[in-house]
């Protein structure tokens, strides 16, 4: 299996604009996880879902964020308009099940500039 | 709310253990998790937890767990260069899935 595959690795872009990562999670898991990660607040968990349902947005910073999962092999998280105090490292992890143990395994990023 | 605590550098000599501690609020939780993450990549789960559990054992790593004062730890016996990561402890804090993770412990290997 490739593993949680996140596209772009790296994004710049300018104040304002409107940027959009994406997410294939592993085939099969039921769960994903969409985390962002910076120096200063650490790592945090943004929204998850299951069965494409969302169940917590509740770590989502303001409106200007977004996530949808519209099929089990396809997330997106967008940010409009993006602001600088958005760069971050962003994550996206799955797991096979909710109940017991459940192992998330994390996407290799996308490192987000925002000038 | 869940609070997942933990010392944020460790500096150890090659050949030496490491233990790196961490403290969680919540005394429901059921599993416990210690994942690394390697600079530039993704987390990645190095070892878990049963709340019943006191203590488990893999290779090199031994995880202890002291659920009246809420404390987990990890050693890392014979620690290497490879070693040299940043280690998140979480805890799993519902019944879907969702972990509450620490804010890592940077940990730095020298020669």
């Known amino acids: 299996d490739a593993g949680v595959i996140q596209s772009p690795r790296h994004e710049v872009t300018e104040m304002g604009q409107e940027v959009t990562l994406r997410c294939k999670p592993i085939?099969?898991?039921?769960?994903l996880f969409w985390y962002r990660q910076t120096m200063m607040r650490g790592l945090e968990l943004l929204i998850y879902f299951n069965n494409n349902v969302p169940i917590d947005d509740s770590g989502m910073p303001e409106d200007r964020f977004s996530a949808k999962m519209p099929n089990a092999s396809f997330s997106t998280l967008k940010i409009q308009p993006s602001e600088p105090r958005d760069s971050a490292v962003y994550f996206c992890a799955s797991s096979l099940q909710g109940g017991g143990h459940n192992e998330q395994f994390f996407g290799p990023g996308t490192r987000l500039t925002v000038l | 709310g869940e609070d997942v605590e933990q010392s944020l550098f460790l500096s150890v000599r090659e050949g030496d253990s490491s233990v790196i501690n961490c403290t969680y609020t919540d005394s429901s939780s059921t599993y416990l998790y210690w994942y690394k993450q390697e600079p530039g990549a993704g987390l990645q789960l190095l070892t878990y937890i049963f709340s019943n559990m006191d203590m488990k054992q893999d290779q090199r790593l031994t995880v202890l767990l002291n659920k009246k004062d809420k404390h987990l730890s990890l050693r890392i016996a014979d620690t290497q260069t490879g070693d040299s990561a940043i280690y998140f402890c979480?805890?799993?804090?519902?019944?879907?899935?969702?972990?509450?993770f620490g804010a890592g412990t940077q940990v730095v290997v020298t020669p």
């Open positions: 979480a805890e799993k804090a519902d019944s879907w899935g969702k972990l509450q």
């Open positions: 085939s099969g898991h039921d769960y």
